[in-house]
């Protein structure tokens, strides 16, 4: 079960960091699909966990009643002169009793220690698991001369571990000096890499996509497999991926990370990376919280605050993964001209940058060329265009296609923008992106019963009372029939008749069964009830969650969402139902014992009364310390899921600027706080529970006290005072129970009131078309008008789009050009709705997207957007999730869109090939380039009338990017397309161009 609960909250993270993507496809109801199957195996494991239970606790429920059944029955047996007295029936159910608790504890243990057991094991598998060989050695003798900085010598590196047997059947034999290693061929990724790199130089690596130029500063980072060779690194290191990872935080903290603060140097640092401009048009300056995963910037601000970063750490190496490729040409030299060129930031320290742009390449001290995960060409520049044919070919080709972009001059307004950031006090009012996550006060309100009633339906609570009334009422009956039989008279003979005997007996023991099969009926209808109502709640929760707006999603941390999926539906699924079963159930017993005591000591209601008052006292202010103390606890919880989830994610660039140590310790004070709540919540039960015995003391005091007044009226009787001080101490346990489940009936639907907040979420636009029916092969030209057009990313924020009004004509191919943050994907965004109208219209093809569903215009438009997003799964479910196509057209996609080749060699560690390939979460086993053509190859397979382009080629070299634009102007020849671009030659063919300035756009 915990496996099944293991992958739906794995499904739902990775559906909750892709929302964006979901949305533009319009793909929601297959990852709901692919929920709700786990959701239903997970429901059956539940069932059958629940039904064990049923069984256990049933069990060990009869388990006494048999043991004073086997003791009565041989008490009287033995010899036929033993009469069942008070004394002897009494004191014998009241050791029973005990023991009874005893054996009712038995089947939660028993589930406990099962839990922890499995739970224990799944940790102690997972500490014991392979660790990070610190393969990188830091010591200058390690190489071959004093200048130089980094050097890898015959490298062999792998992803994953092969085993001893794997390596038996095929290997080679890499030499290392004296020594011969066998290397499983399969197992590489990088192979007889032999580089060096000097002091203070810059070393450019570029090669096809796929290549092995990321896996190469991987290695060099220390993340990889290492089979045969020796690495060495002096110096810190400073890591730039190729998509940016951004803190939950401000920008300054994303900048520092961790640092004290320099303010001459982060000027410096602001300057060079281009970003004082931006800070200035921000809300609140460097202050600004930019939401999970940089949601709230463009993915050109979040590569030049990845990069500040960096320049900030002031270390020794500094390794860029293509960080130029997420900005405009313009942005790109300026970068590289003041962080990474030789009059740069960091002109005096080691740097290793892969690009796609040769114009680059002439500033290098060394380049190398990578191919099918091998050193193909190094040198210098010179060298290599002077000595190799097919690096000087490959050079000119790519530089051709460069020349025809001018970027002749750095952007003038990168410079004449690097002013000083501006006061952002008046605007710290708008700095938060993020709210706190609510959290309500007092009692639960009532309709959150109601709406877990509803859930529950009506059927199932009539069963669950019914049964519950009959196992109290046999209960009752069952002491109610031992006082009769102790108040048996003996014959003149001083026995008791073998047939009255065997009668007392048979119906104790009926009574004893009645009761058994009762509570099993009653504990069965509860389990069904439950599983029905926590699947519904599950249901409803995703249901409304996939139809939310995307700006509840950048305005929400993923852990706050998978916090409601995990933590709080688990509740549901057991706890919610099963004390609200013990507390009607403890009500009843308690109400029947009341009414028999009542019924023989009228005056108990005189003591009942204030030490009701007492207990109702004592209730109230532990119930509402723990209901506010349970709400606390899951507010806690979600800030160590978002914090796991973001740490996980930037685990390649913590590991590199040697920063783990801080979040580990921000990891434990997050996890501190939880266990406080948890803490005060043990030591508030901790003081229910004294002052709960205290009351039950007095309430059997009371009753003794009475029967000791009113001896006359008891004389010879004492089989009531046995059944009456039997009934007191269960008057006790009741009370307890009603009490203690009420506290955890009450704080479970704190749950349910959590998950209800979810479902009640304002929820985007229908899916399907209302107002009118739109034509099958709707949009048939793919005309497309901005009217007047105005739109925000949320209510309260300001335009980002501003009076547009632009007309594309049907099969036109634009072009959209524009500064970094402009608001170039923002047109996308409203043209595919995720950005509803403030003001103007979008019309397509004479209809206006406003009147038509969302799915019905998303599945009839295309995006290739900018960050390529892949889900764990095959290949088949990445391409195609609603599962439209069959492989032969998925095939021909793969084929178009230059990938064919690439898949076809793809083997994943458990065998899987080709379109059945294992793709691990978030394509972290495929490159950024490999990634963005199996996007190509999504859209290719739509075959809409209309494309956007949304800087989709910016993570593949120049040749690749050549072939893409070739397909896409056969395959898409008669389409309107429009192309976000950083690379100009890829548009400058295109019928027109479109220039976005600060959220306006002409042509």
């Not at 009539?462 to 002491?479: D, H, N, T």
Request: aromatic fraction near 10%.
């Amino acid at each position: 079960m915990l496996t099944l609960k293991d992958e739906r909250f794995r499904v739902m993270n990775e559906l909750i960091s892709g929302m964006r993507i979901l949305k533009l496809y319009g793909w929601e109801l297959g990852f709901e699909d692919i929920i709700n199957q786990i959701r239903v195996k997970e429901i059956q494991m539940i069932r059958r966990t629940q039904a064990a239970m049923v069984a256990l606790i049933v069990e060990f429920k009869l388990a006494p009643f048999l043991m004073s059944v086997a003791a009565f029955y041989c008490y009287v047996l033995i010899n036929p002169t033993h009469i069942l007295t008070a004394r002897t029936a009494f004191v014998g159910i009241s050791v029973i009793s005990d023991l009874g608790m005893a054996f009712a504890l038995v089947p939660q243990i028993f589930s406990g220690v099962f839990q922890s057991l499995v739970s224990v094991g799944r940790m102690n598998s997972f500490l014991n698991s392979d660790e990070i060989d610190p393969y990188i050695n830091r010591e200058p003798d390690k190489l071959a001369s004093s200048d130089l900085c980094l050097s890898i010598k015959n490298g062999y590196f792998a992803w994953v571990k092969s085993s001893a047997e794997e390596d038996q059947k095929t290997n080679l034999t890499a030499a290392d000096g004296d020594q011969k290693k066998p290397i499983h061929k399969k197992r590489f990724v990088l192979r007889n890499i032999n580089i060096s790199v000097k002091k203070g130089h810059l070393l450019i690596i570029i090669g096809p996509v796929g290549s092995g130029k990321s896996t190469l500063l991987y290695a060099l980072l220390g993340q990889l497999i290492k089979l045969n060779g020796e690495v060495t690194v002096i110096g810190k290191v400073a890591y730039v991926p190729q998509q940016a990872w951004i803190l939950n935080a401000s920008i300054r903290k994303n900048i520092l990370f961790t640092k004290p603060f320099k303010n001459k140097k982060y000027e410096e640092v602001l300057k060079a990376c281009a970003l004082t401009y931006d800070l200035n048009v921000l809300p609140a300056g460097d202050e600004t919280e930019i939401g999970e995963k940089g949601i709230n910037l463009s993915g050109g601000q979040k590569q030049r605050i990845s990069i500040a970063r960096a320049c900030y750490a002031s270390a020794d190496v500094y390794f860029f993964d293509d960080p130029l490729s997420a900005v405009d040409v313009h942005v790109g030299s300026h970068l590289f001209k003041h962080v990474i060129g030789h009059k740069g930031l960091l002109a005096d320290r080691t740097r290793i940058l892969v690009t796609h742009n040769v114009s680059y390449l002439p500033y290098a001290d060394r380049v190398i060329v990578l191919k099918d995960g091998m050193v193909a060409e190094q040198g210098t520049y010179n060298e290599l265009v002077r000595e190799s044919q097919v690096f000087a070919e490959l050079v000119n080709q790519l530089k051709a296609q460069q020349d025809k972009e001018s970027p002749g001059q750095t952007r003038k307004k990168a410079d004449e923008n690097q002013d000083k950031v501006k006061n952002t006090d008046k605007f710290k009012q708008n700095a938060q992106l993020i709210e706190d996550e609510d959290m309500r006060l007092g009692a639960v309100d009532w309709h959150v019963y109601a709406a877990y009633l509803d859930a529950i339906g009506y059927k199932w609570p009539i069963m669950i009372l019914f049964f519950s009334l009959m196992s109290v009422w046999f209960s009752i009956k069952a002491r109610d029939w031992l006082s009769v039989w102790s108040g048996d008279v003996p014959g003149s003979d001083g026995k008791i008749s073998e047939t009255m005997r065997d009668y007392r007996i048979l119906i104790y023991c009926v009574l004893g069964f009645g009761n058994a099969v009762a509570l099993m009926l009653s504990l069965t209808a509860r389990n069904y009830a439950s599983i029905e109502a926590a699947a519904l709640i599950h249901m409803n929760v995703l249901y409304c969650i996939l139809r939310a707006p995307v700006s509840f999603f950048e305005t929400t941390p993923t852990g706050r969402i998978v916090n409601r999926f995990s933590r709080d539906i688990a509740i549901v699924d057991v706890i919610a139902a099963e004390t609200l079963h013990m507390w009607m159930f403890a009500v009843f017993q308690l109400c029947g014992t009341l009414l028999a005591i009542t019924i023989e000591i009228p005056i108990f209601f005189a003591a009942a009364a204030p030490l009701s008052i007492l207990y109702y006292g004592f209730q109230m202010l532990y119930l509402s310390l723990s209901r506010q103390l349970q709400r606390l606890i899951s507010v806690t919880f979600s800030p160590i899921f978002s914090h796991f989830t973001e740490t996980f994610a930037g685990i390649s660039v913590i590991r590199a600027f040697e920063v783990k140590d801080f979040f580990v310790k921000e990891s434990c004070r997050k996890l501190d706080a939880s266990i406080q709540c948890s803490y005060a919540d043990l030591a508030a039960e901790r003081w229910l529970t004294v002052r709960l015995e205290i009351c039950g003391s007095l309430i059997l005091l009371f009753a003794s006290l009475v029967m000791v007044y009113y001896h006359e009226q008891f004389q010879g009787h004492g089989e009531k005072v046995g059944l009456i001080l039997t009934y007191s101490l269960s008057v006790t346990m009741m009370l307890n129970s009603i009490i203690r489940t009420n506290s955890q009936m009450e704080i479970s639907l704190v749950s349910v009131e959590r998950l209800l907040e979810y479902i009640n979420l304002p929820s985007e636009a229908p899916w399907k078309t209302l107002q009118q029916d739109i034509p099958a092969e709707w949009p048939e030209h793919g005309g497309i008008a901005f009217e007047n057009y105005s739109t925000r990313y949320r209510e309260g924020l300001p335009l980002v789009l501003k009076s547009i009004s632009i007309v594309i004509n049907p099969g036109e191919k634009v072009g959209i050009v524009g500064r970094t943050g402009t608001g170039k994907s923002s047109l996308a965004l409203a043209l595919f709705r995720v950005l509803e109208a403030a003001k103007g219209r979008i019309v397509i093809d004479n209809i206006d997207i406003g009147l038509i569903g969302l799915h019905d215009l998303r599945h009839r438009l295309t995006i290739i957007p900018q960050d390529p997003v892949l889900f764990r799964g095959s290949l088949r479910l990445n391409l195609d999730p609603l599962r439209s196509f069959n492989d032969k057209e998925l095939w021909r996609a793969l084929e178009l869109a230059h990938s064919k080749e690439f898949v076809g060699k793809l083997t994943a560690s458990d065998g899987s090939k080709g379109l059945s390939y294992l793709v691990t979460e978030g394509g972290a086993n495929l490159s950024m380039g490999q990634r963005q053509l199996l996007c190509l190859a999504r859209a290719l397979l739509r075959k809409s009338r209309i494309l956007v382009m949304d800087e989709a080629t910016a993570a593949v070299d120049q040749a690749t990017d050549k072939l893409i634009q070739e397909t896409i102007r056969k395959e898409f020849k008669h389409c309107t397309v429009l192309t976000i671009a950083h690379r100009l030659n890829t548009i400058l063919d295109y019928d027109s161009k479109v220039s976005a300035a600060m959220g306006k756009s002409e042509c």
